[in-house]
């Protein structure tokens, strides 16, 4: 038997590879609930993700798994749209005429910008298409350093360095210019005329992962199960030990599958990582009308969150009973920041006065309710050197035979996580540990 540790969509995605190349399978999951930061809340028609979710084009394992599944005819690709808040005013950035009437980048900061997007290196006056197809090349190059010189400082001052504050707080100086651009890497098609095209499940992501749990079978899951040790003999794994609600187990494995955090897999094997994590306190608020006419809409001013992202406007109230459902989300760099500290009533009272601040025709009348999630590691902070502090998926020589890694510090979550990172994770821990076994 194959154990699997975590029952989030890389632990679930390592379980379902591995018995379809033949191998018995179980997943312990310490929580109640699958799914892990895919998991949902109820409204009044479709589930909603308690933190935010799309597909971008370049993301194809997911949807090859959505295929395989049965679900993937319900998989839609929408436009999804883009704003910026800047000085009481929200600008549209999605068309080419609404970037040009961006009033805080000249011509020459939109030229640079624009040139940079595509992938097209302009210094010296002769341009370069090859200039950034290796993202290693700039992982050690800090982000500001990178957009002042391929970018300018109006790019920097007037663009990113709002977008670095939302996400890595008092941490962006410390990002590598890598990240940014693996995240334009990343980021999918754009029509010219309608946007970037994102993806999203009819029924939302639930849909997926149930069916991706259905497949694996519930039987072979067990929920409320915590792993407290992973026994070695003779240098590979035999053994995990399981703390359930009826009392502490011991199973006897031929490998297993650490897919949860690296704090986890620290705890287990004794293994350390050095990539720092950084945490998300995100709201789902229900309201009966529309805030905005945008989905995504960056903050550049001083409130509580970084964005405030319309789900509603990307996928049509209607699926969800008529609300109008809004997320509103803040990064933490550190538990003793105050709006880590502050309980579910405190951090909707931050949202609430956020949001009136910026809009002041808005009415508190029109919440229905509001779901708070938090979680003091839900994405890495991608740093300088970020690649050497990768944990490997083999951790045989490290740890011991037969000991593999699909958490978010795998190299899969680079250089964005996703959940397409998590399956991909996954499924290379699965053929690791076939090709092992098999052997």
């Known amino acids: 038997m194959i154990g699997v540790v975590g029952g989030g969509i890389a632990g679930l995605a390592a379980a379902y590879r591995l018995q379809e190349l033949g191998h018995e399978v179980q997943v312990f999951e310490a929580s109640d609930a699958l799914g892990g930061l895919a998991a949902t809340y109820d409204t009044a028609g479709d589930r909603i993700e308690k933190f935010y979710h799309h597909l971008s084009k370049s993301e194809r394992t997911i949807v090859e798994l959505a295929e395989d599944l049965g679900v993937g005819d319900r998989l839609e690709w929408r436009y999804g749209s883009d704003a910026y808040y800047v000085d009481g005013v929200v600008h549209p950035m999605n068309k080419p005429w609404e970037i040009l009437a961006y009033p805080h980048l000249s011509v020459y900061d939109k030229f640079r910008l624009g040139m940079l997007v595509l992938d097209i290196d302009v210094r010296g006056g002769v341009p370069s298409f090859d200039t950034y197809e290796r993202l290693e090349d700039f992982e050690d190059v800090p982000v500001k350093e990178f957009i002042l010189d391929h970018t300018s400082r109006g790019c920097f001052e007037n663009f990113f360095r709002p977008l670095l504050d939302a996400k890595f707080g008092d941490r962006w100086e410390d990002v590598s210019a890598a990240w940014l651009l693996g995240r334009i890497k990343f980021r999918g098609e754009r029509d010219i005329l309608k946007g970037e095209v994102l993806g999203y499940f009819d029924g939302g992501f639930g849909v997926l992962l149930d069916a991706l749990v259905d497949a694996v079978g519930r039987e072979n899951i067990t929920t409320g199960a915590r792993v407290t040790d992973l026994g070695t003999a003779d ?37 350390t990582c050095d990539i720092d994590f950084q945490g998300t306190v995100c709201s789902v608020i229900s309201m009966d009308e529309s805030l905005t006419d945008t989905y995504w809409l960056n903050i550049a001013e001083e409130v509580p969150f970084g964005a405030l ?47 009136e601040s ?60 996703s959940l397409n990172g998590g399956i991909e994770a996954g499924y290379a821990c699965a053929d690791g540990v076939a090709a092992r076994v098999e052997d």
């Open 235 to 271: 240098g590979a794994v035999e053994s995990l030990t399981v703390d359930t609600a009826d009392g502490q187990t011991t199973h006897d494995v031929e490998a297993a599958v650490v897919a949860t955090m690296p704090n986890v897999l620290e705890d287990l094997t004794g293994y």
């Open 309 to 355: 992202i319309e789900h509603t406007n990307f996928v049509s109230p209607d699926r969800y009973g008529g609300e109008h459902l809004l997320y509103a989300v803040s990064y933490i760099q550190s538990p003793d920041e105050k709006l880590w500290q502050l309980d579910d009533d405190g951090v909707e009272e931050a949202w609430l006065s956020g949001i």
């Open 358 to 417: 910026l809009f002041p025709d808005f009415s508190r009348a029109s919440v229905n309710w509001i779901e708070t999630a938090r979680n003091p590691r839900t994405a890495p902070i991608y740093e300088r050197g970020y690649l050497d502090m990768v944990i490997p998926y083999d951790l045989s020589d490290a740890v011991a035979e037969g000991v593999y890694y699909a958490g978010m510090a795998s190299r899969a979550q680079y250089p964005e996580r």
